[in-house]
Nanobody, 117 residues
Framework: QVQLVESGGGLVQAGGSLRLACAASGSISNFASMGWYRQAPGKQREFVARLTSSGNTYYTDSVKGRFTISRDNAKNTVYLQMNSLKPEDTAVYYC???????????WGQGTQVTVSS
């Protein structure tokens, strides 16, 4: 069982920055992947970014060049640095963990990000 706790959300003006953090209840160093998803009001949850155990990163097109995912294994924490935020980035952001490619998916409770124009 993996517990994930997100933090760092809030209200920011367009063009501003936020850094989200996702603290896991145990070691993440061998996790197959960890990532971030988001869900805007009235929309389905969508992929934002993913970091694999080998260090490869993947981003949805709309955030490439603006968001950066990283990991601190010593702190069992994954981060999402979000720069040049836009109103369309407004959503609840969820942390996702996949310890094994063939195992369960784990989700955090979400953190709200609101970008004002």
């Amino acid at each position: 069982q993996v517990q994930l706790v997100e933090s760092g959300g809030g209200l920011v003006q367009a063009g501003g920055s936020l850094r989200l953090a996702c603290a896991a209840s145990g070691s993440i160093s061998n996790f197959a992947s960890m990532g971030w998803y988001r869900q805007a009001p009235g929309k389905q949850r969508e992929f934002v970014a993913r970091l694999t155990s080998s260090g490869n990163t993947y981003y949805t097109d709309s955030v490439k060049g603006r968001f950066t995912i990283s990991r601190d294994n010593a702190k069992n924490t994954v981060y999402l640095q979000m720069n040049s935020l836009k109103p369309e980035d407004t959503a609840v952001y969820y942390c996702h963990a996949k310890p094994s490619p063939w195992g369960y998916d784990y989700w955090g409770q979400g953190t709200q990000v609101t970008v004002s124009s």
